[in-house]
């Protein structure tokens, strides 16, 4: 099992920044991705950023620019630094990860979910 707790989350105002931290723990050997969901009220989870551990980035177009998906080796640790914030970022952020030891086609383990609100 593999143990995910998102931090960082909060309010800001439009144009502002917020970083977001995923600690990784329990049985972290097998994780070689970890991406970054949100979801809105009333809307479906969407991707908005993944990582592997070669160093491979994708982002969502909507965060193309302004979203820098990072991670820590040394702290299983993953972390979305996000700039110029839109009101339309608002929602819980979850972080999750990929583990070959699970099922390496599929997002394995999910943390709880942090709020993220941006007032206009």
């Known amino acids: 099992q593999v143990q995910l707790v998102e931090n960082g989350g909060g309010l800001v105002q439009a144009g502002g920044s917020l970083r977001l931290s995923c600690v990784a723990s329990?049985?972290?050997?097998?994780?070689?991705?970890m991406g970054w969901f949100r979801q809105a009220p009333g809307k479906e989870r969407e991707f908005v950023a993944s990582?592997?551990?070669?160093?491979?980035?994708a982002y969502a177009d909507s965060v193309k620019g302004r979203f820098t998906i990072s991670r820590d080796g040394a702290k299983n640790t993953g972390y979305l630094q996000m700039n110029n914030l839109k009101p339309e970022d608002t929602a819980v952020y979850y972080c999750?990860?990929?583990?070959?030891?699970?099922?390496?086609?599929?997002?394995?383990?999910w943390g709880q979910g942090t709020q993220v609100t941006v007032s206009s």
């Open positions: 329990g049985r972290t050997v097998g994780i070689y991705a």
């Open positions: 990582i592997g551990w070669t160093g491979n980035t």
């Open positions: 999750a990860v990929k583990s070959v030891v699970v099922n390496p086609n599929q997002w394995n383990y």
